[in-house]
Structures are given as C-alpha cells and as structure tokens.
C-alpha cells in the first residue's frame, strides 16, 4: 500500500511514498499493517510540498516525536487482500492477485509462477520462479512481454527473451561495481 520514508520536522510527522490509485486514499483502508507487523493507523494525510503526488506527509496514532517517526523509516505497508474488495472492471486487478500464478510461454509452455510485481522506478516488472528452479528472473510488464492476463485461468501468458533464465555472465571490466 504504501513505504515510510523520513521523518518530517520534529512533532512525529513522517513522509509516506502511497501506492494507492488515489496517494491520499491509503487512509481510508483503516489500520494497515507494517512489515514487521505492527498494526499502524494513519491519523492525519496531506500531500507533501513537490510536484510528487505520490508522496504525503502523514501522522501515526501514537507517533508524537521524531524519535517514532525515525523508527518507522522505510517500513513496508500492506493490507490483507480481502479488504481491498473487488475490482470495478474486467480489464483491472489487484498486483496481488497475480502473485502466484503460472507464467506460460505464447506456445502453453509452462515456465514458472510469479513470485513478486516490483517496480523500482522505472515501470512494474513480473518476478518469475523458473518451474526447473533456479534464480528467479525480471521481465518487464508490459504489453510487449506480456500479451495476455488470464486472471480467472490463473496464468500469465508472456513472449519472453530467449535468455530469459541465463546466468548473468561476466561483469565488462569497464563497467563499474
């Protein structure tokens, strides 16, 4: 749903990057849960200065000082999928729901499940468990790389690179570390 980030000023407010379709609507989920654990209820939401829309300023039950606002820097934030509800149309979903399902080929071939959707900035990417294991692979998530969404079937069916499960070879050596 959503990651701290530092704290803001001294009186317990902390940055919050939001997932969510609408930033500030993460406070309507009621109680979320940190990655740790803990039960965290957003208080106060307000977009923070920038051209971010992404990026809030929030308060914590709880969080009074610095100190606690300090504390929950770079805390993961979730929610468990039955109440994030239904999807309003066919064409939309939940990254969560895709976690878990078979990733074929354009032929039907079986190559693994999706283990993860991250994005680390530069667009959503599909985390693949090979079904011969090994490491896990990234593909980007795009109509390119995947063509079809079959949700209800429980597949991902996605045209992958020929070397899409090869080892990474050696580093350049004029390539830094």
Not at 49 to 64: E, N, S, W, Y
Request: hydrophobic share 40%; net charge negative.
């Amino acid at each position: 749903m959503g990651e701290f980030g530092r704290a803001h000023g001294l009186n317990g407010e902390i940055r919050l990057k939001s997932y969510t379709g609408d930033p500030q609507a993460i406070a309507s989920y009621g109680p979320l849960l940190g990655a740790d654990g803990r039960r965290i209820e957003l208080t106060d939401v307000r977009q923070a200065g920038g051209a971010a829309p992404d990026l809030l300023v929030v308060r914590v039950k709880g969080v009074t000082d610095r100190t606690g606002a300090e504390s929950l820097n770079r805390l993961a934030l979730y929610l468990p999928r039955e109440r994030l509800g239904t999807v309003a149309d066919a064409d939309e979903f939940f990254t969560a729901d895709l976690v878990g399902l078979d990733v074929v080929d354009t032929a039907g071939t079986r190559l693994g499940t999706v283990a993860d959707v991250p994005n680390y900035g530069g667009g959503d990417l599909l985390e693949i468990k090979p079904a011969l294991g090994g490491a896990t692979a990234l593909l980007p998530f795009t109509k390119a790389f995947v063509p079809e969404l079959d949700i209800a079937g429980g597949r991902v069916v996605i045209d992958p690179p020929d070397d899409l499960f090869a080892p990474a070879g050696p580093r350049p050596p004029e390539e830094p570390v």
